[in-house]
């Protein structure tokens, strides 16, 4: 089906939007555009909403306020990822007929070109950055979009048939989505979201979205050493490959001995080393390992070894702000996980940082986090919702000492910030690498990033 069928699939009926915010306002202008009958419901009163009097002279009606979503009775609904499935006005709008979609559903359905999609607890910008980089180096035209922050379904008609789509794709994303990647990465499962996710179950069964309609043509990337992946490579169709840190696998890509290896049916050719790879850490290792296997075919190994050396990472993922007094400052603000936390701990392996943490309370436990700071962490700060949980996490481990590891509180976050860096030394390292979401405090992991960088750029 292309867009313009799509679109054209659309009009005379009744189309809610709901949420009006980085993908569904792209969405919104197209529609308008294509003459459908279009109500944007956004939980902003007309106050807040900027863009209320533009939208109605598009044509578009409006629901704002606490009530956006009353009256639900839409033949079509686009929800907005961050509004669950489940939501009881959406539960009873399907139940009476409505179609129940979203933005990156329709973009699946109108794709022209190939498709890899990743998911996963931990990891998944940096790896969908990498297999766009990757293809990018290897010549190919990419689009990187989904989760990532880019809607792609309004640059459908540039897009050429060998073209590639890589999309990340969050659990918000996938609940409910039906799609069919090419290529469908899951680097890992950890508890995650159990704020909005009913239960773990079900945020793990949103995850498996991503390969549910594939068959034998396609392919699926799994983590070797997660725990849910024997799971997912005996429900799958597809064809399955491997990553895996420490030991070999069929086929995919693995690393041992601090050398990486692809691998075709145990047929096994090395492609480069560990220490080929800028940024840091055991996990972006795998990150490497995974965009490697999914892209295996379309890219060159030179075109591999030359990104390896040259990827500086993403922004708010162990970002070098600065140096400081002989203090290196590093922001992981997209460490909204405590396994995306101790991951970025294992990075530093010759001397203990500064932590802060602490944020939104997703209700994931701690237990493990409290295990990884008291072996890798000189002194913890925390703020934020989380804060006492973490601390218990931290006190109830065995071997915890006080005195070798203090632990403050402070609640705002400028001041958290400016105490730990105050209490540093020649030589410390200081790290943001919150283990949970920002929505306490900041719009976003993003937001919260920024003005972690604003306070320590301005240390005098």
Wanted: charged fraction near 25%.
């Amino acid at each position: 089906m292309t867009l313009e069928e799509y679109l054209s699939s659309l009009k005379g009926r009744r189309v809610a939007v709901v949420g009006y915010g980085v993908s569904n306002a792209p969405l919104t202008e197209l529609l308008l555009s294509h003459g459908c009958d279009v109500t944007v419901r956004d939980k902003r009163t007309p106050l807040q909403f900027a863009d209320a009097e533009i939208l109605k002279e598009r044509g578009a009606k409006l629901r704002l306020g606490e009530d956006y979503l009353g009256e639900l009775t839409e033949d079509v609904i686009f929800r907005t990822p961050g509004l669950h499935p489940f939501t009881p006005e959406l539960v009873e709008a399907v139940k009476n007929g409505s179609e129940l979609t979203s933005e990156m559903e329709a973009f699946f359905k109108v794709c022209p070109c190939h498709t890899i999609a990743v998911t996963g607890s931990d990891g998944k910008t940096t790896t969908s950055t990498l297999i766009a980089t990757l293809l990018k180096e290897s010549g190919h035209t990419v689009y990187l979009g989904g989760n990532i922050g880019a809607p792609l379904l309004d640059k459908v008609p540039k897009m050429q048939k060998n073209d590639f789509a890589v999309l990340e794709l969050s659990s918000f994303q996938l609940h409910s989505m039906k799609c069919r990647p090419e290529v469908a990465v899951i680097t890992n499962i950890s508890p995650n979201h159990l704020d909005v996710h009913p239960t773990l179950e079900d945020y793990i069964d949103a995850k498996t979205n991503i390969y549910k309609m594939q068959d034998k043509s396609c392919r699926l990337v799994l983590n070797a050493d997660d725990a849910h992946t024997p799971a997912f490579a005996s429900e799958a169709k597809s064809d399955i490959r491997y990553f895996a840190y420490g030991h070999s696998i069929p086929s995919g890509c693995f690393c041992v001995d601090e050398l990486i290896y692809s691998a075709h049916n145990y047929e096994v050719r090395e492609i480069d080393t560990t220490s080929g790879i800028l940024i840091p850490g055991i996990h972006n290792v795998e990150n490497f390992m995974a965009a490697y296997a999914a892209t295996d075919g379309y890219i060159t190994d030179t075109a591999f070894r030359h990104v390896a050396k040259t990827f500086p990472g993403v922004a708010h993922r162990i970002e070098l702000i600065r140096e400081w007094n002989g203090v290196k400052f590093y922001n992981d603000s997209i460490a909204s996980s405590p396994t995306r936390t101790i991951a970025g701990l294992r990075c530093f392996t010759k001397v203990k940082p500064i932590l802060i943490a602490g944020g939104h309370d997703k209700y994931v436990p701690f237990e493990d986090l409290g295990t990884e700071i008291v072996e890798r962490v000189k002194a913890l700060y925390l703020t934020g919702e989380t804060a006492e949980r973490i601390k218990k996490a931290v006190l109830d481990t065995p071997g915890y000492n006080r005195l070798t590891l203090p632990i403050y509180i402070i609640d705002d976050f400028k001041e958290v910030v400016l105490a730990a860096a105050n209490s540093a030394e020649e030589g410390d390292v200081v790290i943001l690498s919150p283990a949970c979401s920002s929505f306490d405090k900041f719009k976003n992991f993003v937001e919260r990033g920024n003005t972690f960088r604003s306070i320590v750029l301005g240390l005098e």
